[in-house]
Every structure is written in structure tokens, then in C-alpha cells.
């Protein structure tokens, strides 16, 4: 089993957190609604139920388009975003944080 993300950790598995993560975790790639679904580990179904709200927050942006196929990208740009990436590096810089007093104090003992 994997280990979940920090940001899911804090926010839980609910279908739209797994869509953000995802998307957090490749934001420099470019995928297909079917290649989100898969990689945040959802039904296709619930990733058509939460996209309009993404589209609307403008926490994904179309990168790409060749025929009816259009790729997706996290919107970088967004001021939703610039926050979910800040909580994203604050998360990881207590997660550090707490794994360097641990070894301080195993170091110790």
C-alpha cells in the first residue's frame, strides 16, 4: 500500500483532495481527464462530477489541444493554487522538521 501524501494526510481522501494532489504531485506535466482519474486513483465518474468545480476555482488550466483531446495542467498561476503549494512546502518543511528531532533525540538515547 502506498503512503498517502502529506496533503492528503491533512485533507483526507475525499475524491477532489485526490484530483489536487495528483495534480500537486506532476504539476510540471500535462494530462488527459481519463490519465487524472487514473492517477489520483478515482472513478472517471467522480472526476467528471468535481471538474466544473476545478475549472471554475481555475485550478486546472488546458495546456494542449489536438482533435476532440484536450491535456490539463495544474494552474500554477492561480491564487488558490500559489496557497495549496504554500501549504504543500509548509507541510514538508515541519514533516522534516519533526524527522530531524526525532533522529536528534534516537542519536541521544
Do not use: C, H
Amino acid at each position: 500500500m502506498e503512503e498517502k501524501s502529506l496533503l492528503l494526510q491533512l485533507t483526507g481522501d475525499m475524491p477532489m483532495f485526490k484530483i489536487v494532489d495528483f495534480l500537486v504531485e506532476n504539476k510540471e506535466m500535462d494530462f488527459t481527464k481519463k490519465d487524472i482519474a487514473e492517477g489520483a486513483d478515482i472513478a472517471r465518474a467522480s472526476l467528471f462530477n468535481y471538474w466544473p468545480e476545478l475549472e471554475k476555482r481555475q485550478i486546472v488550466k488546458v495546456t494542449r489541444k489536438f482533435g476532440k483531446t484536450r491535456l490539463y495542467t495544474l494552474n500554477t498561476e492561480s491564487p488558490i493554487v500559489k496557497k495549496l503549494l504554500e501549504l504543500e512546502m509548509t507541510l514538508i518543511a515541519q514533516a522534516m522538521d519533526s524527522e530531524i528531532a526525532r533522529k536528534k533525540v534516537a542519536v541521544k538515547a
